[in-house]
Structures are given as C-alpha cells and as structure tokens.
C-alpha cells in the first residue's frame, strides 16, 4: 500500500535585490521563502526588516504568502517598509 503525500503549498517566494553596494561586501540573506542579496549595509538591513515585517503582517493575517494577491501583497510590503 502507498502512502498519499499531502498537497503542497504552491510555491511562493519573495527576492530582494539591492544594486547600491560600493563597499564590497557580499551580503546574502535568505529565509525559508524569500533571498536578499546585495546592497549597501543600509539598504540590505531594509529589506531585511521589510520582509520580516511582511511575514508578520501576513501572519496576522492568517495567510500564507502564495494565498494573496499581488496587490494586498504590494499594500502590505509597502506598509511594512522601513521610512
């Protein structure tokens, strides 16, 4: 008798690309659905808390990321952007 594997969630993933670093460092930060790379030390910790606030958000809201739309996903990344 086989086992069933359970559906998997659809794949989502959110990328992070900062093109400002003049320093030489090679910063890379990835996490179980989503990768920043490069940037100025400054840019890279923003997207860093960008992303951690959005899967705080959708957390709160009871969603996985590949369950919104990409424009509740654009409202939330914008709101959880450090100003």
Same mark, same amino acid.
């Given at each position: 008798?086989? @086992? @069933?594997k @359970? $559906?998997? /969630? $659809?794949?989502?993933? !959110?990328?992070? !690309?900062g093109l400002?670093? /003049?320093?030489g460092h #090679?910063?890379?930060t990835t996490g179980e659905q989503f990768a920043i790379l490069g940037g100025s030390e400054e840019t890279h910790g923003r997207m860093t *808390? %960008?992303?951690i #606030? %959005?899967? *705080?958000e959708l957390k709160t809201?009871? #969603?996985q990321l590949h369950q919104v739309e990409s424009v509740e996903l654009a409202e939330i990344v914008h709101r959880s952007t450090p100003r």
């Open positions: 008798m086989s @086992k @069933k @359970k $559906p998997s /969630a $659809p794949a989502a993933g !959110l990328i992070g !690309l400002d670093n /003049a320093d #090679k910063r890379i *808390e %960008t992303v #606030k %959005t899967f *705080e809201r009871g #969603k």
